[in-house]
């Protein structure tokens, strides 16, 4: 097992890799920015090296940084969280050189499946079902509009090299096809440095499902089941759950099997997320994978009984998925995550600044992931995420009910939060129904201004 | 003593604000040296009662006394890595205290990564105080040397 292991990470994510390693009784090193000195990661790590001033780039994503924060304590092994620099690859393979265990995927892996194109065909020759489309990358318009003419409109035209919505651009005909093209490339060109747009088929309000994976060192991959991450705003999640009410036993089955042939494939390890988009049919299309362990991965612990973090931990440390899940994986009951987050529940500016007053829900099924504390600043510098608020009951509308409780007990004061708007999305009789897409909100009155009124407080 | 009496004697160090404190209890003897703008991190504890490994001591060695000056800056480290006084281990330091320093004179190296980066001093000045010993590991923002401006 390690000997330390230094958390590249801030907030609650770096407070969940210190109680899995306290867990594990492996040591501890925080890193932070000047902004996050008297935050709780730095608190309950065993040691804590400042790496830089508040700005991302010049601390959390500041490689050298990090890696001399290892050296001099001498940890033997990095956690990278989420964000910042978890999917890497080129840190992934700094730490490689540098002698120090990266606790995630190899960094040839994580560089595979951050090409969008790779990591579709190898998950076709799995098996695995993938949106209708391009082939490989786009060689001209007319190409496009063939392929198109084929698999029918709308079409989505997306950057090999890139996400976050940056190289996108939706096709509805072909009279607007190379004019669209020509945007999607220049703009990919911008951003990732690499100018390459793939087709594929464009599903219109799409319900989000991932399935959470862990590999070992030794060949053996393990699925723990799926999440939906429908419930979003400008595609930033803001609700999951898991299981979800689309997927059936047997598509789960099917799925499940498939992804454990292609990442065996790819020689996959350690945690992660294959996202796919789910048609109005039923159907389920591969879309990308993460690789790295995920906001959303209490839901996944919740229904599973495995601890994923731990899990990370002990399969790069050499161990077994036999060591880490005891016999077979079992799906129990239902599981709802609220991602709490700094900001105003209805213009949703962002809300920075000291919490004044805080009472954590806690009870039956109920579990608080949060870095927050009475007193304590939310920084401006980083992501706005408070805390993550997950319950867990015998059935979906348990977990709702639990969630509802514990919302309504969930005292944040000093900031604004997203609580109000998490309170009508539950009350929302399409979401109570589980009839919900990627465009639930825009769908629904939830952020109109006569819906926004009674809450002002 | 133990750790917990330990950390509760630096938190009476850093509230009331006193420059020293030693305590001695039997055997054992803890001295806090306080030293703003570094706080106290670890505190190495010659008692044999604690099992956990000494971490890194920030107590300075060389040093002369810092009087409360705004003519006083500090040289702080730019990156994370591990002090070094000298260009290598038989040469002379690079500066000791008393020497007049101008912009750009390499006060020291901190290692990171196998590279070593020679820290420059950007005032001029004589140095008043060396705040951290050869090997140290240093973090971004640690303070170096003290710097009576010109």
Do not use: W
């Not at chain 1, 050499?318 to 213009?347: D, Q, S, W, Y």
């Amino acid at each position: 097992m390690f000997r330390k292991v230094l958390i590249a990470n801030r907030g609650e994510i770096a407070l969940r890799v210190i109680c899995a390693c306290k867990e594990l009784g492996i040591p501890t090193v925080a890193v932070y920015s000047e902004a996050d000195r008297d935050s709780l990661h730095v608190r309950f790590a065993d040691e804590a090296i400042c790496i830089g001033p508040a700005k991302s780039n010049l601390s959390y994503l500041d490689v050298p940084a990090v890696i001399s924060a290892a050296e001099i304590t001498n940890a033997d092994a990095i956690h990278p969280g989420y964000g910042f620099l978890s999917e890497n690859a080129e840190f992934a393979e700094v730490c490689e050189t540098s002698g120090v265990t990266f606790i995630g995927p190899p960094s040839a892996v994580t560089r595979l499946m951050g090409f969008k194109q790779h990591a579709r065909e190898s998950m076709e020759q799995a098996g695995v079902p993938i949106l209708p489309g391009s082939k490989g990358i786009l060689k001209s318009a007319d190409e496009a509009l063939g392929i198109a003419g084929d698999i029918g409109y709308p079409v989505l035209f997306k950057a090999a090299a890139g996400g976050g919505g940056r190289g996108m651009r939706v096709v509805r005909e072909a009279s607007e096809l190379p004019g669209l093209l020509r945007q999607a490339q220049a703009e990919a060109a911008a951003s990732f440095s690499c100018a390459d747009i793939y087709l594929e088929k464009f599903v219109v309000a799409p319900r989000h499902i991932e399935f959470q994976v862990l590999a070992d060192k030794h060949g053996n991959v393990e699925v723990l089941g799926e999440r939906e991450c429908s419930i979003q705003r400008r595609h930033q999640k803001l609700i999951e759950e898991s299981p979800s009410p689309a997927v059936t036993p047997a598509l789960r089955r099917s799925i499940s099997a498939r992804l454990v042939r292609a990442l065996n494939a790819v020689g996959y390890t350690n945690a992660g997320t294959v996202e796919f988009v789910m048609d109005d049919k039923g159907d389920l299309y591969f879309i990308e994978v993460n690789a790295r362990i995920q906001v959303e991965h209490p839901v996944t612990e919740f229904v599973s009984g495995v601890d994923l973090v731990k899990g990370q931990i002990m399969v790069a440390a050499g161990a077994r998925i036999a060591e880490v899940i005891r016999g077979p994986v079992e799906l129990k009951g239902h599981a709802l995550e609220c991602r709490i987050n700094a900001e105003h529940p209805e213009t949703f500016r962002p809300s920075p600044g000291r919490i004044t007053g805080l009472n954590i829900p806690g009870g039956i099924g109920v579990r608080v992931d949060t870095a927050a504390y009475q007193d304590g600043m939310i920084p401006p510098y980083y992501d706005s995420l408070v805390a993550k608020l997950i319950t867990h009951g015998r059935d979906r509308a348990e977990s709702i009910a639990r969630m509802n409780r514990a919302l309504e007990m969930f005292v944040i004061e000093g900031i604004r939060t997203s609580i109000p708007l998490h309170r009508r999305i539950l009350a929302h009789p399409k979401f109570l129904a589980g009839d919900i897409n990627t465009h639930f909100l825009e769908q629904t009155d939830i952020l109109t201004p006569a819906a926004t009124e009674e809450d002002a407080g | 003593m133990n750790l917990e009496e330990i950390k509760e004697l630096i938190q009476l160090v850093i509230d009331t604000g006193i420059a020293e404190l030693e305590v001695t209890r039997g055997e054992d003897t803890v001295r806090i040296r306080r030293n703003s703008p570094v706080a106290a991190q670890e505190i190495v504890v010659p008692a044999p009662t604690v099992a956990a490994q000494p971490a890194p001591v920030a107590t300075p060695t060389e040093e002369a006394p810092e009087p409360e000056d705004e003519n006083v800056q500090y040289v702080k480290s730019p990156i994370v890595g591990t002090f070094y006084e000298a260009p290598s281990p038989d040469a002379a330091p690079f500066v000791r205290v008393g020497d007049h320093v101008t912009p750009g004179q390499v006060l020291c190296i901190i290692e990171s990564m196998k590279l070593m980066n020679e820290i420059e001093a950007e005032i001029s000045g004589t140095i008043v105080g060396k705040l951290v010993e050869n090997g140290r590991p240093i973090e971004y923002g640690e303070a170096l040397f003290s710097i009576n401006t010109d």
